[in-house]
């Protein structure tokens, strides 16, 4: 029986933007999801994303997560982490971030990928109350 340690690859970040949705608007929430993939042949414990940074000229304010906080999970599955954010400025946002788990038997730290998310766009007018939006990009 071959021991192969855990490889956390195929980390996936998304901006999660609803079939049909084609905009955003400045208030609305925003759902950031991260799916880390253990791709290696043992468990992987104390999964825990690191705190996103957010790339662009939009600006969001960060209302909840990472949710779950940490997980466990067994040889070639995976796991999400959700955090919501409010949009708050005109312009383009994406995000980017990694995580890190412990094998199950040996302790040992591993680290996934660093990984880029979509981009979305929204943009205000200059008249007051009307906003004029741009397509989110995936």
Known sequence: NVYTPPNL????????IPPGKTAFSIGEQI????T???TGGTGVKNVNPFALTRIGTGTATLLSGPVPSN???????????TWTYSVD??????????ASGQ????NILYLSVTSTSNLARWVRT???GF???????T
């Open 9 to 16: 690859s195929g980390n996936n970040l998304q901006i999660i």
């Open 31 to 34: 759902n950031v999801v991260m």
């Open 36 to 38: 880390v993939t253990n």
């Open 71 to 81: 997980i466990t999970f067994a040889a070639g599955s995976d796991g999400s982490f």
């Open 89 to 98: 400025g005109s312009g383009t946002l994406s995000f980017y971030g990694r």
């Open 103 to 106: 094998d199950v038997r040996t």
């Open 126 to 128: 200059k008249s007051p």
């Open 131 to 137: 906003f004029n939006w741009l397509s989110c990009a």
